[in-house]
């Protein structure tokens, strides 16, 4: 998308209209950006119009459904919340199934950034009804579902800092515009050098050849974690980048995930919108219902809560059994994890453990990251290869 010069000219229109508007004028600037945003989906994305229009249907009904169950949010927000997002949400697995199960007439319910516009829609309405959002203007809600440099793949903001940068834009200085011109040739470069070097040895290409030793599948791991941080981390610097030259703020999306020391440290660095979006919207929530269930008893809270966040995040990725397993596997690693820690700070209190010295702490440290790179690494075999090829290839 960032290659096309449709694109650019899109993106240079938008930002002139918001450096040209007053701050009274951000409805100006929420309908310049829905504006251009829509073209960019059509003509640079290429969406089928019938997706668009469903889009703008969906957005219209979240809007009326919102206003419909305001009375009901003040008495059981979650049950308003559940009753606007259902529609959605009913849409959206239909449309993964649908590819999955091969359903012909039900696929054209499955398409490019459905998937993002699902984690908006049910923020923005959760976030609604729990009173985290005082005001909701149409035109800004329609520039933040459809908001076209963080349309395909992110990052996920939410509408209240959305709103808050769109009425009052960042202003554009030599030193922004330095970071801003880095930013963008960063991505350039992690898609266009670093992926493409590693591709050819990664996962993909070695099934694509049939060549499925252990050899190639453990080399073929390990490349393609380069590869996907590459192209995933420097689309979402093209997309923060292009953003604050309209004038919005794009919260990051990565830091430095393959220096996590452990599982759970990598998944605050890897794609940090949606892994916010994983715990405040699915795992706490989860939390404090089975906190009901099983009271004091912590241990079945955290597994629980763990599997059922890592089932959501594998079958938002793809609904088909490669996938689930991949978030179970991550879901297994980070309570193999916390049960770990427990364990480990208590024996710490009993027996007062003196800390590692110079020598150890840095060494000690150094294998944690290998560590926790190397689970993630193997994990991207379930994430890339059909279920089947992983069988056949073990019982070989």
């Known amino acids: 998308m960032f290659e096309t010069l449709f694109f650019w000219v899109l993106l240079l229109i938008t930002a002139a209209s918001f450096y040209l508007t007053s701050a009274s004028q951000f409805r100006i600037r929420a309908v310049t950006l829905t504006g251009a945003s829509l073209l960019a989906i059509a003509f640079v994305v290429k969406l089928n119009p019938i997706w668009i229009l469903f889009l703008i249907v969906t957005s219209v009904w979240i809007l009326i459904g919102l ?15 559940w009753l606007v997002f259902l529609p959605v949400l009913i849409a959206w697995v239909l449309g993964k199934q649908a590819v999955a199960l091969h359903w012909t007439p039900l696929t054209i319910l499955y398409f490019v950034g459905f998937s993002f516009y699902l984690i908006k829609a049910w923020t923005l ?68 050098l670093v992926a493409a070097l590693f591709t050819p040895v990664s996962l993909e290409a070695a099934s694509a050849a049939g060549r499925l030793g252990w050899r190639s599948l453990i080399i073929g791991s390990f490349a393609y974690s380069i590869v996907i941080w590459a192209d995933f981390s420097g689309y979402s610097d093209l997309a923060i980048g292009t953003s604050r030259l309209i004038g919005i703020e794009v919260p990051e999306n990565f830091n430095y995930p393959y220096a996590a020391a452990n599982i759970r440290e990598f998944w605050q660095r890897w794609h940090i919108t949606f892994s916010r979006v994983l715990t405040g919207y699915i795992f706490i929530p989860v939390s404090r219902r089975l906190q009901q269930l099983f009271g004091e008893r912590r241990n079945p809270v955290l597994i629980l809560s763990y599997l059922a966040t890592f089932l959501f995040c594998g079958y938002w990725h793809g609904p088909t059994l490669n996938f689930l397993l991949w978030g179970i596997y991550h879901g297994i690693g980070l309570i193999v994890y916390d049960l770990y820690r427990q364990g480990t700070m208590q024996r710490r209190l009993r027996r007062k453990d003196q800390p590692r010295s110079r020598f150890l702490a840095p060494v000690a440290h150094a294998g944690s990251v290998l560590l926790t790179f190397s689970f993630v690494s193997m994990g991207w075999i379930l994430f890339v290869l059909p279920t089947e090829m992983i069988f056949k290839r073990l019982s070989r």
């Open 67 to 81: 206003r419909l169950t305001g009375a009901l949010a003040k008495r059981r927000p979650m049950l308003a919340s």
């Open 125 to 192: 309405i959760k976030d609604y009804h729990d009173g985290r959002i005082e005001q909701l203007d149409p035109s800004v809600m329609l520039a933040y579902f459809f908001f076209f440099p963080a349309y395909i793949a992110g990052p996920m903001h939410y509408f209240g800092e959305f709103d808050r940068t769109i009425r009052n834009p960042t202003g554009l200085n030599g030193e922004k515009l330095v970071d801003i011109v880095f930013r963008i040739l960063l991505g350039f470069a992690k898609i266009k």
